[in-house]
């Protein structure tokens, strides 16, 4: 089967998923990566040139996968594996006209990304944009009673999403000593029983919540649903928290309750876009504390993540199920 070529589409994978995909299929990569503007335009025209004839892609990054390049790549396209839980950036309906099935890789990132969920509400409850600001300019003067943070210990949290990355969250915060947990989503979940966590509607969560934790995959329906009516909702001392996607929040909004504040916090780990231009409105706010989507960004959970996108290829080009089906 070395016949069967497999793009991987920017060179942010890891050796550990390349060697499982040589051992039965020649591995095709692209040099760049697409985190910055030029390495995404280089990234692209390469695709562009690497991708037809391929039978699988191995989609490391979060730009688009466009039909144009569907087209290119000809029809013994069988497979698309996102190294991502989040897939907003393929388009299901077409792959599904196509026949061409999608996997991604949840579950294997929750604990690292819930991890980050929690250094965000630390981040933003603590302050940390002004206290780094004080170490970095040498000036301590504001003491201890000027930068006063709030408590994790006896607050409300809600999650927007009790999925994987939400129930994670949940389970590390009771250490914590949360007073309560609220989630809201489709459906209630079986989970949520044993992690203490009671079923709320949106606007419900947005009102008695300490902190607001979106943990949801970006949809038409999620997208901007943090906005300038929600964020009026929420309570004068909330802390957002976003480890989804950037455009799960209208950012315009945001910036405007936070420079009023309407809401006391926020920590982002996703923004739009990404990177986030150094002079952007929302980096001139004290009260916010982003980190450039490193959720899923440790040593043990990027290799977890490449072995299972690679072990999805080769299930898929084998003729066996997916292992972490999106579509199938
Ligand atoms: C995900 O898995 O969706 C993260 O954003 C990393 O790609």
């Known amino acids: 089967t070395k016949s069967l070529k497999v793009l991987v589409s920017s060179n942010d994978y890891l050796d550990s998923g390349i060697k499982i995909l040589e051992e039965h299929f020649t591995v095709i990569k692209s040099r760049y990566q697409n985190f910055s503007e030029e390495g995404l335009t280089k990234n692209k025209d390469e695709l562009f040139d690497l991708i037809p004839g ?18 290119r790549a000809g029809p013994q ?28 890789t949840p579950g294997v990132l929750s604990a690292a990304v819930a991890e980050v969920a929690i250094a965000l509400m630390l981040g933003a409850a603590r302050r940390f944009t002004e206290n780094l600001d004080q170490v970095h300019s040498g000036e301590w003067e504001i003491g201890f009673d000027k930068v006063l943070g709030q408590d994790i210990q006896g607050s409300t949290v809600g999650i927007v999403g009790l999925g994987g990355i939400g129930q994670a969250t949940v389970k590390r915060l009771r250490g914590f000593y949360v007073e309560k947990f609220l989630y809201t989503g489709h459906r209630e979940k079986p989970e949520a029983k044993e992690l203490g966590a009671e079923f709320v509607d949106l606007d419900t969560l947005l009102a008695h919540s300490d902190f607001v934790v979106l943990a949801v995959p970006l949809t038409d329906e999620t997208k901007h649903m943090i906005n300038k009516t929600t964020l009026a909702k929420m309570k004068k001392n909330a802390i957002l928290i976003n480890v989804g996607r950037g455009d799960l929040v209208n950012q315009d ?36 504390f982003i980190l450039p989507h490193i959720g899923s ?18 299930n898929a080009l084998n003729g066996k199920p997916l292992i972490t089906p999106v579509l199938e």
């Open 77 to 104: 396209l069988k497979v698309v594996s996102t190294a991502s839980a989040g897939y907003n950036h393929c388009n299901v309906p077409e792959l599904k006209k196509r026949g061409i099935k999608l996997a991604n």
């Open 253 to 288: 909004d945001l910036y405007d309750a936070l420079k009023n504040r309407d809401i006391y916090s926020a920590g982002l780990d996703v923004t739009t876009p990404e990177p986030l231009p150094k002079d952007h409105k929302l980096l001139t706010l004290p009260n916010i």
């Open 54 to 71: 391929c039978s699988a892609l191995v989609w490391v990054s979060h730009h688009p996968i466009t039909k144009e390049l569907l087209d």
């Open 297 to 314: 960004a440790t040593i043990g959970t990027r290799n977890a993540m490449a072995v299972l996108a690679a072990k999805n290829v080769v």
